[in-house]
């Protein structure tokens, strides 16, 4: 596994926009992933949305092709180091996205994602279409 998707690109995917099929479908091959906590941010939208937990989706069956990867103690400790870092410079970023970028950095992934405040993260390797 080469890639970790961020929430936003794997929205677009799912809602079929053509340069989202196009950019993941390229980077199949090479290997995706996602947090558990992209995969519980995706799934509180179906929920809002539907007002329900979807039972089957076109998303189950795309993650179930991916590697899932949890929150475990070296993700944690990223997160601290990552948090403590940001913080002490006024430059944090919201805690989902501190997770997901500590995910990334512990399994040495680069984050597919459109938002550029991943860019205040030392270390962490992106392939980037900015909004």
Same mark, same amino acid.
Do not use: C
């Given at each position: 596994m080469? @890639? /970790?998707?961020d929430?936003d690109? /794997? %929205?677009s995917y799912?809602?079929? !926009?053509?340069?989202?099929?196009a950019v993941?479908? #390229?980077? @199949?091959s090479e290997g995706?992933?996602i947090? +558990?906590?992209t995969y519980?941010e +995706? /799934?509180?939208g179906f %929920?809002e949305?539907a007002?329900?937990? &979807?039972?089957?989706s076109?998303?189950e069956?795309?993650? #179930? =092709?991916?590697?899932? /990867? &949890? +929150?475990?103690?070296?993700v944690?400790r990223?997160?601290?180091a990552?948090r @403590?870092?940001?913080? !002490?410079? #006024?430059q944090l970023i919201?805690?989902n996205d501190?997770? %997901?970028?500590? =995910?990334g950095?512990? $399994?040495d992934? =680069?984050? +597919? =994602?459109r938002? !550029? $405040?991943?860019?205040?993260v &030392?270390?962490?390797k992106? @392939?980037?279409?900015v909004r």
């Amino acid at each position: 596994m080469t @890639y /970790l998707v961020d929430s936003d690109w /794997l %929205i677009s995917y799912l809602n079929g !926009r053509a340069d989202a099929e196009a950019v993941l479908g #390229g980077l @199949y091959s090479e290997g995706l992933a996602i947090s +558990v906590v992209t995969y519980g941010e +995706v /799934l509180e939208g179906f %929920i809002e949305a539907a007002g329900s937990m &979807p039972q089957s989706s076109q998303f189950e069956s795309f993650v #179930g =092709t991916m590697d899932l /990867l &949890p +929150v475990d103690m070296e993700v944690g400790r990223r997160y601290a180091a990552i948090r @403590y870092e940001l913080r !002490r410079q #006024g430059q944090l970023i919201a805690d989902n996205d501190l997770w %997901i970028a500590a =995910t990334g950095l512990a $399994h040495d992934l =680069t984050l +597919v =994602t459109r938002d !550029r $405040h991943f860019e205040r993260v &030392p270390g962490l390797k992106l @392939y980037q279409q900015v909004r």
